[in-house]
């Protein structure tokens, strides 16, 4: 199953929210969303920095990971930015793929 990093910065809503219910409580709360696409939280930490959370899931598709960032980003309490993460086997498989590709300005 596929596996995404979601890199998540919270707003001043969301943040409320944290103050109110409690970090673990987000935590439930995402991972019952992920179990809802039948897929699987695998990772949910707090960090300083440019991002409040980065939280690691796997999920059936690209469709999945696009539908769960919409929603709740249309909810508002927080920002995020979804990258696909890829094992080294994948990693593997994508050098040993033929790829037909002529640089700009190459011969």
Same mark, same amino acid.
């Given at each position: 199953?596929?596996?995404?990093?979601?890199?998540?910065?919270?707003?001043?809503?969301?943040?409320?929210?944290?103050?109110?219910?409690?970090?673990?409580?987000?935590?439930?709360?995402?991972?019952?969303?992920?179990?809802?696409?039948?897929?699987?939280?695998?990772?949910?930490?707090?960090?300083?920095?440019?991002?409040?959370?980065? #939280?690691?899931?796997?999920? !059936?598709?690209?469709?999945?990971? =696009?539908?769960?960032?919409? +929603?709740?980003?249309? /909810?508002? $309490?927080?920002?995020?930015?979804? #990258?696909?993460?890829?094992? !080294?086997?994948?990693?593997?498989? =994508?050098?040993?793929?033929? +790829?037909?590709?002529? /640089?700009? $300005?190459?011969?």
């Amino acid at each position: 199953m596929p596996k995404y990093l979601l890199k998540v910065k919270m707003t001043v809503d969301g943040l409320n929210g944290v103050f109110k219910e409690g970090a673990t409580a987000r935590r439930e709360v995402v991972q019952r969303m992920v179990e809802s696409l039948d897929g699987r939280l695998e990772s949910f930490y707090w960090a300083f920095g440019d991002e409040d959370l980065y #939280v690691i899931v796997e999920l !059936p598709s690209n469709t999945s990971a =696009a539908a769960m960032g919409l +929603v709740v980003t249309a /909810a508002g $309490g927080v920002r995020t930015s979804t #990258v696909v993460l890829l094992s !080294p086997e994948e990693i593997d498989k =994508a050098v040993h793929q033929k +790829v037909e590709y002529h /640089a700009p $300005g190459g011969a």
